[in-house]
């Protein structure tokens, strides 16, 4: 699931990463690595504090509900351009903006679709949760909820 998510990050990366002045050549790979850790440590994160209900809601609802969901991986996103690679904050936050929404429409698109097995809600989450426990019970019942 990873390995997609780092694809599907990479195919949004065009304007905002690959063909964006700001970063440098040599950095586009490691880029897109922040860009998809970013994903996975908020989406962890919002399990880890409980929130597994509103990820179902998020995924389930197209990515309308809870756009501080995504906001939190554009500032992370953001802060990690700025920090390592030592892009302007003000130009770290546009790439972040240009591809952290567009990959999460694409991740929520994939998620209701039967194509993309790895994106799957109930497999996406428990990929998530390190593999420690199958997660399709609690996330029928917060389908349901």
Partial sequence: MFGKLFLLVKNNAGMAVINNPSIPVKYHESVLIEASSAI???????????????????????????????????????????????IDPEQAMTASKALIPAVMAELVKASKSEQVKEFGLKNMLTKLNGDRADLSLLVDRAMVA
Avoid: C, P, W
């Fill in 40 to 86: 996975i440590e908020v989406l962890k994160g919002q399990m880890e504090n409980g929130k597994l209900k509103d990820l179902v809601k998020y995924f389930r609802s197209s990515g309308i509900y809870n756009q501080s969901l995504v906001s939190s991986m554009v500032s992370r996103f953001a802060n990690r351009l700025n920090t390592f690679y030592h």
